[in-house]
């Protein structure tokens, strides 16, 4: 039998009558822990991957609305095809803010989770400090940085394709009454 076969392979489950005396509650608590990172590194690395889908659309957004706004600059006059390229524009704008939006909600939700598993390895090992630690570290950061700390980055990528949107629309307006 191979090693990786040998590994899947596992031994029946204990009697529950096996189980009590012979497992500490040192051995227990490790195993619970072992779990609680895991799962914590988890949350954190999907976390992680809603803000870089966020950051991939956000580029593909600018690239294409930049590429429209290239068109119409292009054009020698002004035609109902650069005022639509306009409005495009102005809906992909709205687009990427709406999905931009929905990846700050994956993100957070992910976020709210890893932070539930935190407090529990907290509970667990409460000597450590955890919540402790967390809380003093956040209130250093804003006094460090009172105006930024308050900035909310999920509404800056917003506002940038809000921004793109709103030029979109002057676009689409001036085009159609040039």
């Known amino acids: 039998m ?6 899947r392979r596992t031994d029946p489950p204990p009697l529950a009558a096996d189980r009590g005396p012979t497992r500490s509650r040192s051995s227990s608590q ?8 895991r799962l914590w590194q988890e949350q954190r690395t999907q976390g992680r991957q809603s803000e870089n889908h966020r950051a991939v659309m956000t580029a593909v957004i600018v690239i294409g609305a930049s590429g429209g706004l290239g068109y119409v600059a292009a054009q020698p006059g002004s035609s109902p ?3 639509a390229v306009g409005i495009a524009v102005a809906l992909l ?18 976020m709210d989770a890893a932070q539930l598993l935190r407090r529990r390895l907290d509970g667990l090992y ?4 955890l919540e402790d630690d ?7 950061h804003e006094g460090s940085y009172p105006l930024m700390s308050r900035i909310r980055l999920d509404h800056l990528w917003i506002a940038v394709h809000l921004g793109i949107s709103l030029l979109g629309v002057v676009v689409a307006v001036v085009e159609s009454v040039r």
């Open 93 to 110: 704008g709205l687009f990427g803010a709406l999905i931009s939006a929905k990846y700050y909600e994956r993100f957070k939700m992910h």
């Open 2 to 7: 191979s090693d990786a076969a040998m590994e």
């Open 81 to 83: 095809i650069t005022a």
């Open 126 to 129: 409460p000597d450590l400090l």
């Open 134 to 140: 967390w809380a003093a570290n956040r209130r250093q």
């Open 30 to 37: 490790d195993n619970d822990v072992a779990i609680l990172l």
